[in-house]
């Protein structure tokens, strides 16, 4: 009798090994196909950002960087700031924009998640609004990572753009 019951919990524990691996498939191959349908539109995927429910890609083409399916024009971004717990540790801000029009401090509510884990996000502030892109609170640096990718890809983007006003407008004078 107690192989028998030994056997049921085997074959049941199989049965939901087997179970979490389909899902776990059926997840990736989901995942590819959204990867390989943003680049099939010719984007660039720069991270992939948990959130509660699932993956968010945050990628850009030419004209656009795009967080999840909201877009955000490149030329519209005044200024990015990496935010951890809410308060910014690094920014660029944008030189062809007036001053009195620039953005100052961002800073959003800090939420207490303990001195465990450090939430880290990315402020994008641009005609359309502010923009958070919420890159996680995973320990060991995996969202400090995220957040710099994101950061990094566009502020060189927003560099390479000052660069290019600032030609035509010596070019223009």
């Known amino acids: 009798m107690r192989d028998f ?3 049921i919990v085997a074959l049941a524990l199989t049965v939901i090994a087997l179970g979490l691996l389909t899902t776990l498939q059926a997840y ?20 992939e950002l948990p959130t509660a429910a699932e993956l968010v890609l945050f990628c850009g083409d030419g004209v656009r960087f795009y967080h999840g399916d909201r877009p955000i024009e490149k030329d519209l971004i005044r200024a990015v700031r990496v935010l951890v717990n809410g308060s910014p540790i690094a920014a660029y ?3 062809r924009w007036p001053s009195e029009g620039a953005p100052h401090g961002t800073t959003f509510e800090n939420r207490p998640d303990g001195i465990a884990r450090d939430r880290w996000d990315v402020a994008l502030e641009s005609e ?24 990094d890809a566009v502020r060189t983007d927003m560099e390479q753009r000052d660069r290019a006003a600032s030609r035509a407008t010596t070019r223009s004078r």
């Open 5 to 7: 019951v030994a056997a």
């Open 28 to 47: 990736r191959r989901r995942l590819a196909r959204r990867r390989a349908s943003e680049e099939a539109l010719g984007r660039l995927i720069i991270a």
């Open 93 to 95: 801000v944008s030189t």
């Open 128 to 151: 359309q609004g502010l923009t958070l892109i919420e890159c996680g609170e995973i320990r060991e640096r995996v969202s400090q990572e995220l957040a710099r990718r994101v950061y």
